[in-house]
């Protein structure tokens, strides 16, 4: 739950809306009209659900909407996270440059672990073969002139659960 929506809020929503959450939190229908389905299943219009939508996102309960792709079962298996010692004054341009490049998936920065993590930017390359993710990865060295940045290739070698947010309470037995 996000902390910049009042509980209290939350509280005194309808019902339809505690249901509307609930369903969101599973994820969209893969359906012509997602909007429709979800209306149909806790008794709104697609208007409300819509409109329901966009203040949730005004009130911060809702960030953003993603999609989780399941890479593996498509093949996908030789994945890469390449993390990169960046000067600090440096990371945040390096992160919109490497952002864009074809071959990267996913870019992000992150509070480097010192003295034994010195890594402060992420980047995942996807891939069926860690030969092809390597060569896109030194394709993306040269492109970008980043030889003299430290880094680290660090493949998959297991699945976690993934998932997107979670905007209801998780049930207690």
Known sequence: MNAHLPLSALRHEPPA?????ALVEQGLPLVPRPWQALAERCGLTEAEVMACMRRWQEEGL???????????????????MVVWDVPDAEVRELGRR?????AVTLCYRRPRRLPDWPYNLFCMIHG?????????LDEIVERQALQAIPR??????????????????????
């Open 17 to 21: 809306e505690r249901r509307l959450r």
């Open 62 to 80: 809702v960030k953003r909407l993603g999609l989780v792709v399941r890479h593996r079962p498509l093949g996908i298996t030789a994945n890469a």
């Open 98 to 102: 490497l952002a864009v490049e074809p």
């Open 128 to 136: 069926t073969r860690r030969e092809r993710v390597l060569a896109a």
């Open 152 to 173: 680290r290739v660090l493949f998959s070698l297991k699945a976690y659960r993934q998932r997107g947010g979670r905007y209801t309470r998780e049930e207690r037995p």
